[in-house]
């Protein structure tokens, strides 16, 4: 690749923060209320946008997305989980998590640097009813709560209601067989009624789901699109499988089903315009490597460390003694973004997790010469 040629990653990240806004103002536009809220966040984005440029021209990138896994606990014991496998999560009471302050000192140094999406994931992020409050209180960023659906009460739907800035995202592997396999018997009827909840009461919501050699047909399936529509849902995120163990590793998809994901995305997006679809990491060679360690986003765990990605639990600088902005420019963070690793070619849904020793390599390098 010339450099007339070089990816240029915070033109594609800006295009997509203004592509998910465009398409959430058209997927919500009967509804006056939700349409209202989109308008003045679609403001607030393009404001957040100057900013990160501004701050391109001066030298220093800005991401425009953060994922804050605000707990470790969670009630259910999904298969394959790589936050279980990696013991991110777990069912003893957490323990020197950061606090709502703490999370909302984040979300205010976020805020001021342009961050537009925080992505609040988890364990089950609804156990930390305080920072999803605290999170409520910053309109001018967007908040898709990732969570498993369990714990939808009549406060969270009046929350939800209340601050148009909550975004349940909720996880859901396919049809009630293929749901309750992965997630637990009786789990695909909870996020039913759920979603059912929210759709009585006018508000928008989204889905996840984890795509894997097994369900793929099935996710993208008119089918199971057109149920989840139906019940009022506005976005699906297509996760790819990424494989933790040995055993799993015949569910992550390969460039075959990436291709089959690619091209049904493309119909999705084309033939289906009420909903919102999104791919993640979707197609790493034509958006320049993967967009971890702040080239697009990157992770901060229940902790306080600052990791690449959730896939990639390695960090050098925790938030609790260090700005949001420090933590952009970890010593990990910039040998990611100046090394090759990002870019290179793999066989699972992502990169840092399958070359995971040579990001132990680096770490060791920093603690070698830091000695």
């Not at 001021?112 to 305080?130: Q, T, V």
Request: aromatic content about 8%; overall charge negative.
């Amino acid at each position: 690749m010339t450099d007339s040629e070089q990816f240029d990653i915070q033109a594609y990240m800006t295009r997509g923060v203004e592509r998910v806004v465009s398409d959430a103002l058209k997927a919500t536009f009967k509804d006056p209320r939700e349409s209202a809220f989109m308008l003045r966040f679609a403001a607030a984005s393009k404001a957040a946008s100057l900013k990160r440029k501004k701050a391109e021209e001066a030298g220093e990138h800005i991401p425009p997305f953060l994922i804050a896994s605000i707990t470790s606990k969670c009630n259910l014991h999904c298969a394959g989980c790589y936050s279980r496998c990696q013991h991110a999560t777990v069912d003893s009471e957490p323990v020197s998590q950061l606090t709502s302050d703490e999370w909302f000192r984040i979300f205010d140094e976020a805020d001021e640097l342009g961050i537009s999406f925080i992505l609040l994931a988890g364990g089950e992020p609804m156990l930390r009813r305080d920072i999803i409050e605290a999170a409520g209180k910053k309109p001018n960023i967007l908040f898709p709560v990732f969570t498993n659906g369990t714990f939808m009460d009549e406060a969270y739907v009046r929350l939800f209601d209340k601050c148009r800035n909550l975004v349940p995202i909720m996880s859901i592997e396919g049809e009630k067989e293929t749901t309750d396999l992965r997630r637990g018997e009786g789990v695909y009827d909870r996020l039913i009624g759920s979603m059912d909840a929210l759709h009585d009461k006018g508000l928008i919501f989204g889905a996840s789901v984890t795509v894997t050699t097994e369900n793929i047909k099935e996710v993208t399936s008119d089918r199971f699109l057109g149920q989840l529509a139906a019940r009022g849902c506005k976005a699906v995120v297509f996760v790819e499988f990424v494989p933790v163990t040995e055993e799993s590793s015949e569910l992550a998809p390969r460039d075959a089903e990436r291709e089959y994901l690619k091209n049904e995305i493309e119909r999705l997006r084309r033939d289906h315009s009420g909903m919102v679809y999104i791919s993640f990491p979707g197609d790493e060679k034509s958006s320049g490597g993967c967009v971890a360690a702040g080239r697009g986003f990157f992770h901060i765990n229940s902790h306080g460390g600052a990791e690449p990605c959730p896939f990639s639990p390695y960090s050098d600088v925790n938030i609790r003694n260090r700005s949001l902005r420090d933590a952009l420019h970890s010593p990990l963070f910039l040998a990611l973004q100046k090394g090759d690793l990002l870019l290179d070619d793999h066989d699972g849904g992502c990169v840092l997790y399958e070359k995971r020793h040579e990001v132990e390599k680096i770490m060791s390098g920093q603690a070698a010469s830091s000695d």
